[in-house]
């Protein structure tokens, strides 16, 4: 039985079971938080809290409730646990630093200019080379295919040489096996992933686990490092983010970024700008494999804009894959990698006619919303891009879709990854059948973002429209 009073008044509702002194810990699965948080508001509806030992967290789960969490002037980034634990590993790095700290705020001026439409542009050919190199290597396999890891390697090289201008591999190379700084990252973001009940034991039995975590966090900044070593100032070169923070001083205060700065970016691009875009295009595939109609559409669009070959497509081409980009919009409405987000608020509130106090922790947590009936209709939970063309539903609130976050901290990165993932995605679908393995289960790990675990699928070359 739930527990609620009269609203106001009041407590808010909370999971049977709560033990003193632990709280909920038994109500949610703790490798898998989010999921769990939103299978509960099946049971617990739109707003609930949960308390883990002294630390309280209120969680919602409605489109309606979210729209009141958007404004800058009355909320605040939290941050939650997965991402304080990142600090370990990204500093001082964008995602993780305080909207109050002085460094953030030079450093978001300083990026925010390689996120425009023009530095866009820049990035384009990198995406189709790397784009095609995979093409390239699954057009020699056998078939089957290892689309979550391949997934991670393709956007790793891609903000590696976009953002950065280094090469990591080349992923038609037939000797590379699978990328080593890819392995670092995902241990890194599976340690910040640990259950809060584990994190505890740090100090002591886990200590051995602490210092392998910490050996590869210096590795990771040790690949920073070279990068900015790497450096060569070079006005022929494109104005790449590594080339931002290294010659551009803050348009505010004249100052330039410090080396440590730069590298705690440079690690936290490596690993926001990656996991997030391989998990959107690893479910994307998923959900594809399921609807040849969708595909369909796709390719014809892809005919109507490229003559059918994506190896042409321009910069301004892919914006015109408008279809294409509502398959991307409502892969990322079922399966928002991002999990959701944390806020404050600034001032004593009120949620749900709910008390909610200033400072307390409130999570939005995006899969539950993203499915809301009451904002998507009685078929949220069915993949159907068509919702998002133009006039196709009613207005929907503000809060009813918001995958790359809200206000001053929502994603920097999101241009970048809709692009990126529009064309990887009209290449693959242009040149492969999809087959779902029939054996695989869906499975959603989190490491910090959701992605499926262990996805493999069959890719069947079309060879008529070989890329
Ligand atoms: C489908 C892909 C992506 C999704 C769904 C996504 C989602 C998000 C979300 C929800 C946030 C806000 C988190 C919060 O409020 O706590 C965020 C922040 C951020 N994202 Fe992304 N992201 C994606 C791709 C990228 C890419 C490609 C890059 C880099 C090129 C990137 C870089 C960042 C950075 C640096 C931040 C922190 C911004 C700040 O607080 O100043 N993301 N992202």
Redesign the pocket.
Known sequence: MWRSRAVDVAKLPSPPGRLPVLGDVLSINPRKPVQSMAKLSESAGPIYELRFGPTKMVIINSAELADAVQSDAEWE?EFGPP?RRLRAVART???V?STQDPQ?AAA?RVLMPG?TREAMGLYHPVMMDVVGELVRKWQRGNGAVDVAGDMNSL?LEV?ARA?FGHRFTSLDNPVEKSLPVVTLMLDALRYASRPVSIGLLDSTIGRAAQQRHLHKVAELHRIAEDMIDGHRSDASEPPNLLRRMMETPDPETGQPLSRTVVRDQIV??LI???E??A??LAFALHLLADRPDVVARVRQEIGTIADGDPTTLSYEQVAKLRYLRRVVDEA?RLW???GG??RRPKQDTHLGGYRIKRGECVYVNLLAIHRDKAAWGPDADRFEPDRFAPNATPQRTAGAY?????G???????Q???H??VLALAHVLNAFDLESDSAYRLEIDELVTLKPTGLRMRLRSRDSHLA
């Open positions: 980034k991402i790095g964008l995602i630093a953030w978001h996120f956007t903000i953002g936290t691009f926001a700008g990656h997030t875009s998990g959107t990322l928002p990698v991002a987000y944390f918001k995958p790359f976050g809200i001053i901290r929502s994603c920097i990165g999101r970048f990854a809709i990126e993932i």
